[in-house]
């Protein structure tokens, strides 16, 4: 696997489709991942995601100001519902085995496999963090798995099923992202 930075006018494309995320943060030598149902766009350049006051994560972003937003491939789900069901509050070990990497210039952990990464820097806004667990962040660097994502678009009818992304809908039901299509118009057209 290589990956490629991806341009910031077009990182938000990454979040596009409503992906299963993974959520990773660092502070003080303690790294953490955490799954998340709840992240999307928040205006260009911008990313904003639902952190419960319970993720252990969120301790490690409030203290830092900044996180990363993984973006899943089906081959790793058994890694996605791991570090959705275990907190390295509970399970100090927790981490033990996440293929942690880092990239040149930013001391975040990612996790290898990934489809697509986004850094953000954390954009304060404590009442809504407080009252809402809602976190906003400005994307600073950006990177794709460019069998997957490359020059700007998702390429998914060419990746093996293993590379597709996963999306919840709820109950435990995921879903794998299927073929695309294309449309020649849009309403009001004949």
């Known amino acids: 696997m290589s990956i490629q930075p991806v341009e910031l006018s077009k990182a938000y494309r990454l979040l596009q489709v409503g992906p299963t995320t993974m959520i ?6 303690i790294e ?11 205006g260009p350049g911008k990313v904003i995601a639902y952190i419960g006051k319970q ?25 996605v519902l791991y570090v959705g069901e275990h907190s390295l509050a ?35 806004h404590p009442e809504n963090e407080k009252e809402l667990d ?10 794709s798995d460019t069998r997957v994502f490359r020059d700007g678009h998702w390429h998914f009818d060419e990746a093996p099923e293993g590379l597709r992304t996963v999306h919840y809908v709820a109950g435990g039901q995921f879903y794998r992202i299927g073929k695309g299509t294309k449309f020649d118009h849009g ?3 004949d």
């Open 55 to 79: 993720a252990y994560t969120r301790q490690l972003i409030e203290k830092s100001g900044y996180f990363v937003v993984h973006i899943p491939v089906a081959d790793q789900m058994e890694t």
């Open 24 to 29: 990773s943060s660092k502070y003080n030598g």
């Open 187 to 189: 309403p009001g057209k």
């Open 90 to 124: 509970t399970m100090p070990d927790k981490n033990k085995h996440i293929p942690f990497f880092y990239q040149e210039g930013f001391d975040l952990p990612m996790v290898k496999g990934c489809a697509g990464y986004l850094i953000c820097k954390v954009i304060p």
């Open 134 to 143: 809602l976190f906003l962040g400005e994307t600073v660097a950006a990177w």
């Open 32 to 42: 953490d991942v955490m799954a998340a149902a709840w992240v999307g766009i928040g």
